[in-house]
Structure formats: structure tokens, C-alpha cells
């Protein structure tokens, strides 16, 4: 069931929720109806298209493509890739997926201190020198 559209100015056509995309979106961003409903548009104009992107991230969109059945728009806004249909002019918001972080960002984070160690008082002189000077 389709619920909402918006439409951007009087040359495009309106976009639209349907009813899985409200759960998934609930599901992975713990988003609301009207949450979704006020984010949309600016997903759809304001995202990346799935083409323009590069690398690993690229592969990644291409195998969605490919698993969705490939006639789709694909569009990446923040942390997600959202998935648009196009039909008699309006846009249609499909699903949207979670982009997966590097396994290796993810070790970098978890190797990130965030405290000194209680004996490391060269590191707490050097930030607060840089703190005085301004830097």
C-alpha cells in the first residue's frame, strides 16, 4: 500500500512510500511514519546516485542491483542505500539496506583509545601545550 507523496516542484513527479519501505526503515533506523515521510524528498534529491560512486562501495551497490532484479534507482544518503522505482513519472521509495563498514575501519575503531593511560603523562603534556596554543 502506498501512503504518502511530495512532490519537488511542478517539472518532477511525486515520491512515494510503500508499505515495506515503512518497515524497513522502522526496522534498521527505528524511524517513524512521519519521520519517513519528511525524509524521503530530500533522500531522493539530495542523495548520491548509485552510479556516481566508486570502489568497494560500488561493488557492493551493483550486487543489490543485481539481487533486486536491477531496474531500480539507487541512491546513497548517509549510512544507507535507499531503492527507488520509477513508474509514469512518480518515484516510488522500494527498500532501503544498511551499507556494511569496512572490517577494517572497524578494527582502527575498536584500536582508538579514547582515555590515556594513567602513566602516559608525555601524551597529556603534548595536549596541554597544544591546548594553549590554540591548536
Known amino acids: 500500500m502506498i501512503r504518502f507523496g511530495l512532490s519537488r516542484n511542478k517539472n518532477m ?8 519501505a515503512y518497515d524497513r526503515l522502522k526496522e534498521r ?3 517513524s511514519r512521519s519521520t519517513t515521510d519528511r525524509l524521503v524528498r530530500r533522500i531522493y534529491f539530495k542523495g548520491t546516485k548509485g552510479c556516481d560512486v566508486k570502489g568497494c562501495l560500488k561493488d ?4 543489490k542491483r543485481t539481487e ?5 534507482i539507487f541512491i546513497v544518503y548517509g549510512n544507507m ?13 522500494i527498500t532501503a539496506f544498511r551499507i556494511p ?3 577494517n575501519l572497524v578494527r582502527l575503531k575498536k584500536g582508538i583509545k ?22
Open 13 to 20: 513527479g511525486n515520491v512515494y512510500v510503500v508499505e515495506h
Open 68 to 72: 533486486t532484479g536491477g531496474d531500480g
Open 29 to 31: 533506523n527505528n524511524w
Open 81 to 93: 542505500l535507499y531503492v527507488f522505482k520509477e513508474r509514469l513519472g512518480d518515484y516510488f521509495l
Open 60 to 63: 557492493w551497490i551493483d550486487g
Open 114 to 135: 579514547t582515555k590515556f593511560p594513567a602513566n602516559d603523562t608525555a601524551c597529556k603534556r603534548e595536549v596541554r601545550y597544544k591546548n594553549r596554543m590554540g591548536a
Open 101 to 103: 563498514v569496512p572490517s
